[in-house]
């Protein structure tokens, strides 16, 4: 059947260069791209991206020696016809799988992206607090925190040209107190971190916004203004904090548990309001 129809497989394997693509926002795609011929059999693949990855999703399979016996009882057409339909098919693909595997091959970007921001501003702020506790031990750290942390985190969010907060369920400053949504995402953290499970950023679409959820864990360094009263905070410095920081609950933590978590909001065009969280 395929000696007799040479062009048929010429033009299911240009097919795939004019397959429709499916483009999200960051330019991620899902296409067709391959069709292959081995051991008697033609295999036609999606390609996804998943985290970044490109996997190959199997779309069609069809056996070159079961289509012959079906070319002498009349239904080769109707095969031909099946493999046209599905090589022209990341587009019955695409249409059927839209608003599935599209979507979360673009929340999968998104919440990647979001990371390296959220890991960026990060890094900015651990650098200047341990410089802060070099230059003067945890008191100085604690004046560098109520004064810099955030000057420090709005600029870094505004290099990065995205919004980004730092919040917690147990907050030392108001402003940085979780709201509802976000203290199910910690407490939600803190149990998968209590049954040895990793913890997943989360990201959802809001509003025209892509708004990402990021875990902060405790150190060694944090145990310094947020560790045990008496044991790993001084007097001198509890009584700072106490005096920065009236409504204090950020204290009695050890290391290696979840402090609060990073807030990354991202312009998204054609974002909408789901308002649900994707893990």
């Given at each position: 059947m395929w000696r007799s129809h040479p062009n048929k497989l010429?033009?299911?394997?240009?097919?795939?260069?004019?397959?429709?693509?499916?483009?999200a926002t960051r330019e991620r795609r899902v296409k067709c791209r391959d069709l292959e011929a081995r051991d008697n059999t033609y295999t036609l693949y999606m390609i996804a991206y998943i985290r970044g990855t490109p996997r190959k999703v199997e779309v069609l399979k069809v056996n070159k020696n079961k289509n012959l016996a079906m070319k002498k009882n009349g239904y080769g057409v109707l095969m031909i016809a099946l493999l046209v339909n599905a090589w022209n098919g990341c587009q019955s693909?695409?249409?059927?799988?839209?608003?599935?595997?599209?979507?979360?091959?673009?929340?999968?970007?998104?919440?990647?992206?979001?990371?390296?921001?959220?890991?960026?501003?990060?890094?900015?702020?651990?650098?200047?607090?341990?410089?802060?506790?070099?230059?003067?031990?945890?008191?100085?750290?604690v004046d560098f925190?109520?004064?810099?942390?955030?000057?420090?985190?709005?600029?870094?969010?505004?290099?990065?040209?995205?919004?980004?907060?730092?919040?917690?369920?147990?907050?030392r400053n108001p402003g940085n107190q979780a709201n509802e949504k976000e203290s199910k995402y910690i407490s939600r953290a803190k149990e998968q971190l209590a049954a040895g499970e990793t913890i997943h950023p989360a990201i959802e679409e809001m509003e025209g916004k892509m708004i990402g959820?990021?875990?902060?864990?405790?150190?060694?360094?944090c145990m310094n203004c947020h560790g045990q009263?008496?044991?790993?905070?001084?007097?001198?410095?509890?009584?700072l904090i106490k005096e920065r920081y009236p409504d204090d609950r950020a204290v009695g933590y050890q290391p290696h548990e979840v402090r609060g978590i990073w807030v990354v909001e991202m312009d998204a065009a054609g974002a909408t309001s789901s308002g649900h969280i994707e893990e």
């Open positions: 010429d033009t299911l394997r240009a097919t795939h260069m004019d397959c429709r693509s499916i483009k693909v695409g249409e059927s799988e839209d608003k599935t595997e599209t979507t979360q091959v673009d929340l999968e970007s998104w919440k990647t992206q979001g990371q390296e921001y959220a890991m960026k501003a990060q890094q900015a702020l651990g650098q200047n607090l341990k410089a802060a506790l070099q230059q003067g031990g945890p008191p100085f750290a925190c109520n004064t810099r942390a955030i000057p420090i985190t709005d600029s870094a969010a505004q290099e990065l040209k995205v919004s980004l907060r730092r919040v917690s369920d147990k907050y959820y990021y875990p902060i864990l405790t150190n060694a360094m009263p008496g044991k790993d905070i001084n007097e001198e410095t509890l009584n």
